[in-house]
């Protein structure tokens, strides 16, 4: 019997409403944030920013999919398909970056300066990794590993967040175009690594240790055993 199964059906309960409401912020702040970054990034002929935009796409799919699973009253019958589309969302997102890293890279237009774009990117690196660990906490006290793997891609856009301010701050102040692609790459390689994690079913969910990042020795996931 794992931690999970000692739980409380009124804890329960409460940790399923907790990550509805999470998944629905993440959503709701997504679409505004593609909404402002693809209109600052066409105004500004930004790739990066356009590029920032659909990502934001990506993770509501992702979030969607979670929102999906939590719907049900048996949300754990749900648990593998949420995995498959998390993990089809991971590597969405690196083919993605790694085609607008590419591009970038070749020289394939000169962004100009943003500052909707800079804000926009400061206030993702606030609001992101909150909203992360926030879900990550709840996800692994329910032994959920969609939502511990959805909020891993809500970490990552958090990385796209810094990649992204970095990059537009470079170009801004000194002309360096190729920063933001190169660290873009390094992102792209961490998700489809991340991608294939929650294809497999491997995200941690329920630690049993302290350890930083939950995935101790003994952690369990629902569908690990379903790989």
């Avoid at 498959?84 to 969405?92: E, G, H, Q, T, Y």
């Avoid at 237009?109 to 709840?138: K, W, Y």
Wanted: aromatic share 6%; hydrophobic share 50%.
């Amino acid at each position: 019997m794992t931690s999970v199964d000692l739980l409380a059906p009124a804890r329960r309960t409460v940790l399923r409403r907790r990550i509805r409401l999470l998944v629905a912020a993440t959503i709701t702040y997504n679409v505004i944030e593609a909404a402002v970054a693809v209109t600052a990034g066409t105004i500004a002929s930004s790739a990066a920013l356009i590029g920032f935009g659909l990502d934001s796409l990506v993770e509501v799919a992702s979030a969607a999919a979670v929102a999906w699973q939590f719907a049900a009253a048996d949300h754990e019958s749900r648990e593998r398909t949420a995995m498959r589309v998390i993990a089809l969302s991971f590597f969405a997102l690196a083919a993605y970056v790694t085609f607008d890293a590419v591009r970038a890279l070749l020289g394939d237009g000169q962004a100009e300066h943003s500052t909707p774009g800079l804000i926009l990117a400061a206030l993702s690196l606030v609001v992101m990794p909150f909203l992360s660990a926030a879900q990550r906490r709840a996800g692994r006290e329910l032994g959920s590993a969609s939502a511990v793997a959805d909020s891993k891609q809500t970490l990552l856009c958090t990385y796209l967040s810094g990649v992204l301010l970095v990059g537009l701050a470079l170009n801004s102040l000194f002309g360096w175009s190729w920063a933001d692609p190169v660290a873009a790459l390094v992102i792209a390689a961490v998700a489809v690594k991340e991608g294939r994690e929650a294809w497999r079913g491997d995200a941690c969910c329920a630690p049993a240790t302290d350890q930083a990042d939950g995935c101790g020795p003994t952690c369990t996931c629902h569908t690990s055993s379903e790989a």
